[in-house]
């Protein structure tokens, strides 16, 4: 049963994440210079390790709670299923917008990069050979 319902939110939240994402692309929220490019710039030089910690601490005290009250599971065994169904949920809000790149790579040459490492410019013809 707990696999179902792991599943169904699974697919909500995707198809929910996939609905956002595209609403957001088409108002033009992630070009360049718009509010949703200047906060993640802004985050990207940031340090995310206070985050981490509030959440490190609080998932130690929810998995000694869990371990105190439910004898019969060891607490391996709840460490191990919080972090994969955390994993899980935080790939389906990334999924989205990976895979929009992912298309962008394949269908636009300018997403990706030459020998020398650098972005190709816009405006490049696609070839069917490997550079």
Excluded: W
């Excluded at 802004?42 to 985050?51: A, I």
């Excluded at 005290?61 to 019969?72: A, D, H």
């Amino acid at each position: 049963m707990a696999t179902i319902v792991t599943l169904i939110l699974g697919i909500l939240i995707f198809v929910f994440t996939c609905v956002r994402f595209y609403k957001l692309l088409r108002e033009g929220h992630y070009r360049e210079g718009s509010k949703k490019g200047v906060m993640r710039a802004r985050f990207e030089k940031k340090s995310y390790m206070s985050l981490v910690i509030f959440g490190g601490v609080r998932a130690v005290y929810l998995i000694q709670f869990l371990s105190k009250n439910f004898y019969s599971i060891p607490i391996d065994f709840i460490f191990v299923g919080i972090l994969c169904l955390a994993i899980f949920y935080t790939m389906l809000f990334v999924l989205p917008e990976q895979l929009v790149i992912l298309y962008c790579k394949y269908r636009f040459e300018s997403f990706n990069f030459d020998k020398d490492g650098n972005l190709k410019p816009m405006g490049t013809k696609r070839k069917d050979v490997i550079y």
